[in-house]
């Protein structure tokens, strides 16, 4: 169990007079499983997009652990142990499942380190193990570009678990899932967290009940709400904005 | 794990492939041994075919080294002609400094054109270009210090795709125009020319011919080899990854930016790798050589052959070239709308280039 | 104006009584010594007689020739002639009269106020320069009586400053400071330096001097950077006609087209082809070039329309490719122009109301048909703005940008829209063709030189913003002009890459950027 947590205090995020992320505060423990939910336009994907680099907050702080997250760029805090899966899975077409598992695995990013790269055979076996939980074995040598949109799901979940990050962000996993492959990927989501961190944002709450965590209500950029998902369902204020249509 | 699993057909085609390069490099070797024939023999090769032909090898390295950057790094530059024609520069300054006293002014150190402008005294950029290994140095340094400014402020801003394009066209039509400034002390408008030896070797003498016709096709064999052996390393597939996904890269905990930036540099000397031994071959460099119609050729050369495959680039680079010098003697005026009709065969019809018609496995994607 | 003329005439005819009768007296001095013949020169020129300037011209071209009796002849090609008087006579005998520096400079001076008087207004206005070159006290009473009957505002202007030089050098302190405010008042660098000149001669008044001095000083810089600016927005506005389609392919379609250019071209030579094909029409000949915006327009439009209908949707979202093909198709249209019109240049006139020049206060100089052309693409500007705002094409052309699925979903036809769009764009770049066939070459590579500037506009300014489109233009091109003084054109051209890459990284996205979700894509 790794010790850091993420903290998000005050955080504001204005596009051109647009509050997307409106005094947003948030943490989460190290090893906890959170859900995060709420309607189209509440800030869920701005609130990933700070924590990972990728916007940068107009005001407040976000921290992992002791870092300032803030001045770093995506590639720094991909590096620091932060992992995210896109709502919209993007792996790399060209390159085959382990080729894929391959780069994201924990390993020097530089150049020169990728040249003089060499596939130890523990890595394999680490590749090969990573691949098998989410079952890919089978397919490990196929390019990418050719596998079902589950499955290229379950890539990314495999290159972010090879990564072995201390927090996941995972952005919509079960969209346009099956039932058995989202209860598939439920389980894999409880087996993760615990060793590390895990943030889920979601809209299917029958997955987020399946999850039966902490959950986040965001609105308009902040905290509605936050509590188990008995809690959140009896807010008046989140059945007003959410539930109750 | 993955030549472990290779079928066998298919280290059969590879064996195939390389004894067919292997082939056409001894058949390129041969050239300059069968021009020593007699003239009546029915192998001779004449003067003509030697020359063009190491002027394409010159061509060939500087495909290969657009495609590293294009066609493995993503980044398509249309300014690669600039990194080419700096090389050629370095090796002119070299070759113009061994002509000391021989000049038309017989000025013992200034080059012609600077007695002609009144130079006093060498300009300090120009001092050292008469060691062979400075100069040499400076072939490679020069386009990759280049390389690494324009290329950290681009990648950094996250200049990518068609803006990227733009903005090394842009730096290689102002070289341009900073090199036909007479006052920039690189001769301006006539650049360098009248050149007389290199390392001992007095410059357009059948002998002469033959040993820089050797030196560019051991450049091209080995900078061949040098590419294929890096696209195949861990760093080659991060290359892929930028150029598909490269936002994806980044979350991964790639910096992106020094990725292309190894790949941009290194893809720059080497196209000034394949200027300076262009240079002394064709006996001239001027700033024509900066213009962005050379660069934009080079890119066809590239997406003729396949780009993505390093045989591609090399292919195309020959290709293309032996159409146009047959086509520019034989009808000048087709030249241009053949030129902009491969452009748009070949974006069209044939993405993946001459090499997608041989079936050959091309790691890329159409875009 | 007939009145006037009477009045002239009435004032003139004493002096011209009086200098007949001198003239034939002070003709000898000229056969004299080299002093005399100067002071007879000098004097000549004073008198106002309409046969002086002959005689005086003569003098200076070796015309003049001296018998050994002293008397004159005037040799005219082969034909000599007594002086004065006109008979035929025989050269034999005679010599040219030999004349000195001294009296050569007093020939110019007096041939130069003689002119102050001649019927043709070039001339007039050679003698004011001349004059006002030669700075001499006896010029001031015949300055005086030329400014009397001078109608022409320009002659006057400067046959004051004239004035005002000259009694500079000689009159009284009075008069003096007259013309010193007098020449402060004006804004020429010539009126300068005779102040400076003045200066050490006159110590008294080196306090007015100087404040004349600074006045024209200030009134040079402002003339400086007025005409600075002008320059600058005019080549902004070149900038802006080039780029302004780029906008709308680029920026708005997100379509990168390399063949703009060419199509900036086609519209350069439809002009041409417009002015030969109405050359023999007397009753449309003038109105050529006004005629060829709608016929470019079309041209480039239909071209446009073609290449994105047979080739460019092929390849939609595939911008690299894109930038390819189009660069293919650029390099066949200048080829296909290049065969069909020859290789040289070709020549567009320009209609006699977008000649010349117009001179604004402070002599600020700017040439019509630059500033035709700085109208003219701000009307371009405000109609593409008007096109995309107001009409139905602008409104299914926004919603096809902003949202291709729903748009066709509502039973927008997007393929038509893309098509029209594409036209649209092409069609302004073949109008900006037209307005470069005033002020540029009009030759096949003539796109090409637009090209990259026409891009750096469009990402300076921001992409999808005509704003930034026109204030991209604008900045660069009076920054190009700002620069060029002190770097010349080629750096300038040079720092201006280099200042919009360090720019883009401050600010990607341009001056005007979209920001938010929009800017994510």
Known sequence: MKGRALYLDGVSVVFDGFRALNNLSLIVEPGELRAVIGPNGAGKTTMMDVITGKTRPTAGTVRFGETDLTRMDEASIATLGIGRKFQKPTVFDDLTVFENVELALKAPRGPIACIRWHLSGEAADRIGQVIAEVGLTDRAHDPAGILSHGQRQWLEIAMLLAQDPELLLVDEPVAGMTDAETEHTAAMLVSIAGTRSVVVVEHDLEFVRALGRRVTVLHEGSVLSEGSIDHVQNDPRVIEVYLGR | MSATLADPADSRARLGFRAGLAGAVLLLAALPALNTLPADHALHVSDFIVSVTGKWICYAILALSLDLAWGYAGILSLGHGAFFALGGYAMGMHLMRLI???????????????????????????????????????????????????????????????????????????????????????????????????????????????????????????????????????????????????????????????????????????????????????????????????????????????????????????????????????????????????????????????????????????? | MPRLLVLLLLLLAPLQARGQEAFEALLPGLAGGFAQQAQTVERLGTLGDPRAAAVLRALSDGRLLKRPDGTLLLRDGERVTEFPGGAAADAAGAEPVRINNRVRAALRGALGRLSLLSPDAAERMAAAEAVFRSRAAENIPLLEAALARESVAAIRARMELALAASRLAAGQDDAKRAAISALGASSSTEARAVLLEARAGNPALGAEIEAAVAAIDRRLEIRRAAETLFQGLSLGSVLLLAALGLAVTFG???????????????????????????????????????????????????????????????????????????????????????????AQNREVTSPPWMQGTLELPFGVMVTQNRLWILVFSLVVLLLTVAAIRLTRFGLEMRAVTQNRRIASAMGIRTGRVDALTFAFGSGIAGIAGVALSQIDNVSPNLGTSYIIDSFMVVVFGGVGSLAGTLVGAMTLGVVNKVLEPYAGVVLAKVFVLVAIMLFIQRRPRGLFALKGRAAEQ
């Open chain 3, 252 to 342: 708005v379609m997100g379509v990168i087209n390399m063949a703009h250019g060419e199509f900036v071209m086609l519209g350069a030579y439809t002009t041409f082809v417009m002015q030969e094909a109405l050359r023999d029409i007397p009753a449309l000949a003038p109105w050529s070039l006004p005629l060829a915006v709608p016929a470019a327009f079309l041209v480039a439009a239909a071209c446009g329309a073609a290449m994105e209908r047979g080739l460019i949707r092929h390849l939609y979202g595939r911008p690299l490719e894109t930038l390819l093909l189009t660069f293919g198709v650029g390099m066949m249209i200048q080829q296909a122009v290049r065969l069909g019109f020859g």
């Open chain 2, 100 to 367: 000391g006293p021989r000049g038309a002014y017989g000025h013992p150190v200034l080059p012609d054109f600077m007695v002609f402008l009144g130079y006093t005294d060498l300009p300090w950029f120009w001092r050292g270009f008469e060691h062979f290994p400075y100069a040499m140095l400076m072939v490679l340094l020069v386009p990759g210090a280049l390389a690494l400014v324009v290329g950290f402020l681009a990648f950094r801003s996250r200049i990518t795709g068609v803006y990227l394009s733009i903005l090394t066209q842009a730096m290689t039509y102002a070289l341009m125009l900073a090199f036909f400034r007479n006052d920039m002390g690189f001769g301006g408008n006539n650049g360098f020319t009248d050149f007389k030896e290199l390392l001992g070797m007095p410059l357009g003498t059948p002998g002469a011919r033959a040993a820089l016709f050797y030196a560019s096709l051991i450049a091209l064999v080995a900078s061949f080899l040098v590419c294929s052996a890096l696209t195949r390393t861990k760093y080659g597939r991060v290359l892929t990854a930028i150029r598909d996904a490269e936002s994806r890269a980044r979350f991964l905990g790639y910096d992106t930016t020094r990725h292309k930036l190894f790949a941009f540099v290194l893809s720059a000397m080497l196209a000034g790798l394949a200027g300076a031994l262009y240079v002394p071959q064709v006996g001239i460099i001027n700033p024509g050589e900066f213009s962005p119609g050379n660069s934009i050729e080079a890119v066809i050369w590239v997406a003729v052959g396949g780009r993505g495959t390093l045989v591609g680039a090399v292919l195309g680079a020959f290709s293309v070239n032996a159409l146009k010098t047959w086509l520019t003697s034989a009808a000048p005026d087709l030249w241009l709308f053949v030129l902009g009709g491969l452009f748009v065969a070949v974006t069209l019809l044939l993405p993946r280039g001459l090499i997608g018609l041989f079936g050959g496995r091309r790691k890329g994607r159409d875009a």
